[in-house]
């Protein structure tokens, strides 16, 4: 008889690997914003081993933090799910800030694309990454277009978004509900 679930020998796992929630945060204050979101979303979306599982809407953000007096960025931030490793989605999200002509000349200055990588599943700071991103849970541009998606949702360490996000300044924080950005997969 069979016993369920207590039959599956684990040995089928094989080369299998866990699923993590991976949460992205997009941002871009050069160039054609609305276009370049769109696309980096799209290519994110063909990665192999990743899944788009919601888009955020996009907001209007003041820059925040010390760098050189900027344009107003538009941020907009992604869950997914993915069995890739940090690293290796961190390279990806690199090479598509290059593919959009990202140039890092002025520290924290303007840029054609940034993609932080806020937290994946339960995993923390390796060699050449930080996890989750040490500075998501005081960021607006990122915690106010994460809430609208995962109401729920926390950073390990820092606590639920919904929480972190009464303690941000949301001034000039602005949704742009006239730039919509789909979900490739949902189309
Ligand atoms: N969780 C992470 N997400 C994105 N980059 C990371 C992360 N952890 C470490 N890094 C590394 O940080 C480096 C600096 O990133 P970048 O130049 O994009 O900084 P930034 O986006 O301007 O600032 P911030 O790190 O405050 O968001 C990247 O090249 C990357 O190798
Ligand atoms: N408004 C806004 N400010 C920022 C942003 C960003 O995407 N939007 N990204 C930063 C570095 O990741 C630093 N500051």
Redesign the pocket.
């Known amino acids: 008889m069979s016993n369920g679930p207590f039959d599956i020998d684990v040995d089928t796992l094989g080369n299998m690997r866990p699923i993590s929630k991976v949460v992205f945060?997009f941002?871009s204050?050069q160039g054609d914003s609305p276009a370049i979101l769109t696309r980096a979303v799209e290519v994110l979306a063909e990665t192999p081993d990743l899944i788009v599982v919601d888009v955020s809407p996009v907001y209007q953000?003041?820059?925040?933090?010390d760098?050189p007096e900027q344009d107003?960025?538009l941020?907009l931030v992604v869950l997914a799910e993915s069995t890739l490793e940090p690293m290796t989605l961190l390279d990806r999200a690199f090479a598509i800030e290059e593919s959009f002509g990202r140039e890092r000349t002025v520290p924290?200055g303007p840029r054609t694309l940034?993609i932080?990588i806020i937290m994946v599943g339960k995993r923390t700071s390796e060699e050449d990454i930080e996890l989750p991103h040490p500075r998501a849970h005081e960021r607006a541009?990122v915690l106010v277009p994460w809430l609208d998606i995962d109401p729920t949702g926390e950073i390990a360490g820092a606590g639920p978004i919904a929480e972190l996000v009464k303690h941000v300044d949301r001034t000039g924080v602005i949704r742009r509900d006239d730039i919509v950005i789909a979900n490739p997969g949902r189309r």
């Open positions: 945060s941002g204050n953000t003041p820059f925040q933090g760098g107003d960025y941020n924290n940034d932080d541009f």
